[in-house]
Every structure is written in C-alpha cells, then in structure tokens.
C-alpha cells in the first residue's frame, strides 16, 4: 500500500531498454530540453500525449486537464504556455480532445458534479454558442462527439487571445496552434483543419496592437 513495488519495477525495466538503444539517452537528456511541441490534452488515462504520437521523452511539452481547456484565466495552463513559446521556442502547439470524452458528456446534461460545474461551466459556454447545431442532431453520442470537436476548435482560438502567443507571433516568432481529435476506439488523431499561424487569422476583437 505504501510503497506500489511494481511500478517502480517497471519503470526500472523501461529506463534499462532505453539506455540498451541508446547508452546516452538519459545523460544527454538530463542537460537540455528541446521540444518543437506543446501538447493540451484530456487528462483522460486512454489519452497518454507521448504514446499516441509515438515521442520519446524530451520531445513534447505537456499540459492536460479534464476536457482540455484553455480558461482566459487558468494561471497553471497559462504559465505553461508562456513557458513553451517564450523559453522552448517551441512552434507548435497542440489541442487534443478525444471523441466519447467524459467531461463533455458531463457538461452536456443538467445534473450536479461538485466542484468541477465550474470547470465544466466553460464547456457549457461552447455549447451555447454553437446549440442550434448540436440540437439539431438526434443521436446522443454524436451530439457529445461533435461538441468535444467543437470544444477543442473554442480552445484553439483562445489560446491565440492570449497575449503570449499574440507578442511571439509580433515578434517574428513562427508558431502555428493545431486542433486535433483522438478516437479512443481505433487510436487514430484526426486534424480539424483549423491551424492558425497568424494574427490576422483571429477575430478582429481579439487582436492586441
Ligand atoms: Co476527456
């Protein structure tokens, strides 16, 4: 109960097959960090960031959270943000959601959670905004399936509100914020096709001079 054996067995293992690929892995990884990738996704167990693409460690920066939201004013979610454009330099930044997720179920009906109907309240926005699509579906689960894409569409944008990614993009910084979508059932990501790489790319009221 106190001491859980057999993870650490296991991640003794797992260091010992990487260091038999590669004997300086961990000591040329323990200097530096460079990431070209930020990652906000579902902190959702089946949703791992490194495994679905494939990345050893060192490749991707990560920030997850229940629904993968970007709130205006989540200073956790913010800072890591900053951290990735303004210190990693990295040029990418990543919104993942995953169809069936259960935060956006959650979000869709009337009944009380706890604590998190206030997280889940951001999500509720994004369903008002876009209601008269999703009512006009009938089946349950692809209602759900088209709010978690439109959810990760709303975080895209916010991400580009903030003033991070606006002074990186001023500064001549390339950086490009992607939305994908996971599904659970098969492991495939699917791009939503709604990269944006540029200031002029965001509503006008959002633009910062
Ligand atoms: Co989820």
Request: glycine letters at 4%.
């Amino acid at each position: 109960m106190r001491f859980l054996k057999n993870l650490f067995d296991k991640n003794k293992k797992w260091a010992e097959k990487i260091k038999e690929s590669d004997p300086d892995f961990f000591t040329k990884l323990s200097k530096q960090q460079n990431p070209e990738y930020l990652w906000i996704g579902c902190s959702d167990s089946r949703v791992p960031a490194n495994e679905i693409v494939d990345m050893m460690p060192g490749e991707i920066f990560v920030h997850r959270n229940i629904a993968n939201v970007v709130v205006h004013t989540d200073l956790n979610c913010l800072s890591v943000i900053q951290y990735a454009v303004n210190v990693l330099k990295i040029k990418h930044i990543i919104v993942c959601g995953h169809y069936g997720c259960g935060g956006i179920k959650a979000a869709m009906d009337n009944q009380e959670h706890g604590l998190i109907d206030n997280w889940l309240r951001n999500i509720k926005d994004t369903y008002r905004f876009h209601q008269d699509k999703i009512n006009a579906i009938e089946d349950e689960q692809e209602k759900i399936n088209l709010l978690c894409e439109l959810n990760v569409v709303e975080q895209v944008d916010n991400i580009c509100h903030t003033t991070i990614v606006q002074s990186a993009w001023k500064s001549g910084q390339e950086l490009a914020v992607h939305g994908w979508i996971y599904s659970i059932e098969d492991g495939i990501l699917k791009d939503l096709n709604v990269c944006i790489t540029n200031q002029e790319e965001i509503s006008r009221i959002h633009q910062i001079n």
